[in-house]
């Protein structure tokens, strides 16, 4: 598909069916009152108030010993602009983007943070209030997208290939970050026939820096996909016609095959032509059950498909295969309500989330059949040691939550051995709100799976600080071995990378 059809397919689906067109300033207005109402007694909201300006360097105060090989930079990336000029978005997802980076040096850890400069950050800033759409607000008197970029957030994660640093989005291009000062460079453009088109918040690097990817444009039902090699240069990109493809977030890959679970939140055009949100424009269709779509890395246009137990999912750890079964795990919530609603609730200073727990799948290339069970863990962010992607593999990281209370998000990090059950599990504690944590390799250790660190950030709502941990993978539950603590509060964001010096 060419870049041309592409944008006429935007077009069709977005300005001239009718995004932007119903808005209402007392609903807007609503979102930021109620919001408001809440932050007193709900201690939580702290983590979803946003902000309006970079967040200048501020060294961290070190606890424990930092350990001499993890040196580098931690990039976190997020929504952290929720409202402007008392609009508040109406969807979590909505927020601009902020990258986020702890530098990891033998001076200690300083962190900064720097708003994406995208082209709706800067048309909304420019006019003071927000003007463009968005996932699931659509402004007062908003403009329409001309294309998917102009209403590019930057928002959802980061990777680091080729040589460049890039926030990551769900439905146009990369952005290019300077790696030191944080800057916005340029869009990323793979090719002239891609440009402009839907490249996803989780490609996946192989251990011989093969980085795949893929994009959805749901409201044609087209699934491009991306081959880039290590060097950064495109090796391939194809886009097929997958009806009723839904809202895909993220994807796996094993030697021989692409993975992706399509749960049945599909985009509905009549939704979109009466002014409805992106979000809203999406429906919910049980009947369609969750599928699962395997396609061979050396004929992505021969798809085979196998069924799952109804459910709805954002994130994926890991697949691997042997003798023609695929093995997988992911993070499962019963329905889509958690996207569709609940996190418009959080925007209004409400909790009402689903619990979402891990899933494993075994996928029968030959019988065509595929099984399911469902653990006990409340946790979302899987995370790998990424030497093992697309490889057998026993060990996924998460957020994880282990308390109860009347809050949003997480208050522990877990490995779980998905080969045995095995877990192995840190608490931070009840005022605490976890972030996702990623795995880092040791550079001096074994080289097998787990042997590292994992590194993350947590909102300590009682100190009203940022936590950065350092642990050895090895042994969450010893607690950290490092930890550097900032007294200043930044916006809860969403995905992570470490890059080593």
């Not at 006429?8 to 001239?16: C, M, N, Y």
């Not at 877990?414 to 976890?434: A, E, H, I, N, W």
């Not at 100190?463 to 900032?486: H, I, K, N, T």
Request: proline letters at 6%.
């Amino acid at each position: 598909m060419d870049r041309r059809n592409f944008n006429l397919a935007l077009l069709a689906a977005g300005a001239s069916a009718g995004f932007g067109a119903r808005a209402v300033t007392s609903e807007t207005d609503a979102f930021f009152s109620a919001f408001e109402a809440q932050r007193a007694g709900h201690p939580w909201t702290l983590g979803y108030v946003g902000l309006q300006a970079d967040a200048e360097p501020m060294p961290l105060t070190l606890r424990g010993r930092m350990p001499r090989e993890l040196r580098g930079a931690f990039y976190r990336n997020g929504p952290a602009r929720h409202s402007l000029a008392g609009q508040r978005y109406h969807h979590w997802f909505d927020g601009d983007g902020m990258v986020q980076k702890y530098t990891l040096s033998d001076r200690g850890i300083v962190h900064q943070g720097r708003f994406v400069r995208t082209d709706k950050f800067l048309a909304d800033s420019a006019a003071g209030r927000p003007v463009r759409v968005a996932f699931g607000t659509n402004p007062p008197g908003a403009e329409a997208p001309t294309s998917a970029d102009s209403i590019n957030v930057a928002n959802t994660s980061m990777v680091h290939h080729g040589g460049e640093l890039m926030a990551l989005w769900e439905g146009g291009s990369a952005t290019r970050i300077d790696p030191q000062t944080l800057a916005t460079g340029g869009l990323k453009t793979w090719s002239p026939e891609y440009a402009g088109m839907a490249f996803s918040a989780h490609p996946r690097i192989e251990p011989d820096g093969t980085l795949w990817n893929f994009g959805v444009t749901g409201a044609q039902g087209l699934l491009s996909i991306y081959r880039v090699r290590a060097s950064g240069e495109l090796a391939d990109a194809v886009t097929l016609k997958v009806p009723g493809i839904g809202m895909v977030h993220d994807f796996a890959v094993t030697q021989r095959h692409l993975v992706f679970l399509v749960p049945p939140l599909v985009f509905d055009r009549d939704r979109a032509a009466a002014g409805e949100t992106f979000l809203a424009s999406h429906v919910w269709k049980p009947q369609l059950g969750l599928r699962v779509m395997v396609l061979p890395k050396d004929r992505l246009d021969a798809p085979q498909w196998f069924d799952l137990p109804l459910g709805f999912v954002f994130h994926l750890g890991n697949a691997c295969e042997d003798g023609g079964v695929i093995r997988l795990d992911y993070i499962r919530s019963v329905s889509a309500w958690n996207a569709t609603n609940g996190l418009v609730e959080l925007m209004k200073g409400r909790y009402a989330l689903e619990k979402s727990s891990v899933a494993l799948v075994e996928i029968d290339l030959k019988s065509g059949q595929a099984r399911q069970s469902v653990l006990g863990h409340q946790a979302e962010f899987p995370r790998i040691d990424r030497r093992v992607t697309a490889r057998p593999y026993a060990h996924v990281y998460t957020a994880a939550r282990t308390g109860s209370g009347d809050r949003p998000g997480y208050d522990s990090v877990m490995r779980l051995d998905v080969t045995t059950g095995k877990v192995d599990r840190f608490q931070y504690g009840p005022d605490v709100m976890v972030e996702e944590h990623v795995f880092v390799p040791s550079r001096t250790g074994s080289g097998r799976e787990g042997d590292g660190w994992l590194v993350g950030t947590a909102l300590d709502l009682q100190r009203r600080q940022m936590l950065f941990s350092v642990f050895d993978a090895r042994r969450l539950g010893d607690g950290p071995v490092a930890q550097g603590v900032m007294p200043r509060v930044m916006p809860l964001g969403l995905h992570a990378i470490f890059v080593a010096a």
